[in-house]
């Protein structure tokens, strides 16, 4: 069980900036995420594309984004639940919301951010008829623990940031790790490509381009695949693992049961005030937010974090005035009374 001040769905920029804004105020957070790791998007499917739109940074890489968040909040000792999707919400008789995820960790809080993105994200799975039959037996679509493929031999498809970064990361700890693209150009950042590319010719990576994966074979769990090439046909490639990786599809999946008001597939606050939706303590904040002008972007995510948190101060702390005073002012004091701030002069008497 797992008690906070503010409890967060969505793990990415939006919902890690939270963090940081809420720790000014004296407030703790744990947020829960589907995915593995910090990050959302930025750090699952396009962690070396650079963004140009982050005040300060005329160009940020969408992982030192997220590297720079994870440094930012540290000092407010966030708590997380990762690799869970969070499932049902109840609202108590105090007032608390009791949130459970799919593997039934339960979390209390009196407020409620929902910072998903653009929701929960589900794996796009390629056309293969056997696929769903050797799902968690040699077939995974998200890359948890790289110590499973530790001595093992790895196929991997696809041709964007993710199926590089992970070909290249597991060349180091798999016994083999082959790459399958059905083009000869990738999607991914250049120096990925490149990086592959230097692996293959030392043998490292077996990179299989103008092909697909087009069947699984084995009895209970993944022993080989059979691999369709442009030229050469049919190819049975011997693996304990194939890992399809062309992204993930958002969805708002159990959120939208929650008895939000949802338009167009997002959910709909009250951007004139604080972000909340039509259930008082909970606020939705990010791309998975509407309102009229509404823009996807993580800059107003930001903005939209910022806001709702100052009204969050006042379900969690009635009748308490907050009177806020700028970080150039107070510094940033850290939960461990670690204090950053700016140096003050001292005058010396002649």
Not at 94 to 102: A, C, E, I, Q, R
Not at 297 to 314: D, K, P, R, S, W
Request: aromatic share 8%; with cysteine; net charge negative.
């Amino acid at each position: 069980m797992i008690k906070t001040d503010i409890l967060i769905i969505g793990a990415g920029p939006v919902g890690m900036f939270a963090v940081f804004e809420a720790g000014l105020l004296k407030l703790h957070c744990h947020l829960i995420d589907a995915l593995a790791q910090p990050g959302g998007q930025c750090s699952e499917i396009y962690p070396k594309k650079p963004i140009y739109d982050i005040p300060a940074y005329p160009e940020v890489l969408a992982g030192d984004l997220i590297d720079n968040l994870a440094e930012q909040i540290k000092p407010f000792e966030p708590g997380y639940t990762l690799g869970e999707r969070a499932e049902t919400i109840e609202k108590l008789e105090d007032g608390t919301f009791k949130v459970v995820t799919n593997k039934g960790t339960e979390h209390y809080a009196p407020t409620v951010f929902i910072a998903g993105g653009l929701g929960s994200f589900e794996p796009r799975k390629p056309p293969i008829k056997e696929l769903v039959d050797f799902e968690d037996k040699g077939v995974e679509y998200i890359i948890r623990d790289p110590e499973l493929y530790r001595d093992k031999r790895v196929v991997i498809s696809g041709g964007g940031d993710s199926a590089l970064d992970w070909s290249i990361f597991l060349s180091d700890v798999a016994s083999e790790v082959s790459l399958v693209h059905r083009r000869n150009e990738f999607r991914g950042a250049l120096d990925s490509v490149e990086k592959v590319a230097e692996l293959s010719k030392s043998g490292k990576i077996n990179l299989i381009t103008d092909a697909e994966v087009k069947g699984i074979n084995g009895d209970g769990k993944v022993e080989s695949v059979t691999i369709k090439h442009k030229t050469e046909g049919e190819i049975v490639k011997e693996c304990d693992h194939f890992i399809p990786l062309f992204g993930l599809s958002p969805k708002l999946g159990p959120i939208a049961d929650w008895g939000l008001e949802i338009e167009k597939n997002a959910i709909v606050v009250n951007n004139a005030l604080d972000y909340s939706t039509n259930i008082p303590g909970i606020f939705a904040i990010g791309d998975v937010n509407t309102y009229p002008g509404k823009l996807k972007l993580i800059l107003c995510g930001f903005h939209e974090a910022t806001i709702a948190v100052q009204f969050a101060y006042n379900i969690i702390n009635p009748g308490k005035r907050y009177v806020m005073k700028y970080t150039t002012v107070n510094g940033v004091e850290g939960f461990d009374g670690e204090k950053k701030e700016a140096k003050k002069a001292v005058v010396k008497s002649m």
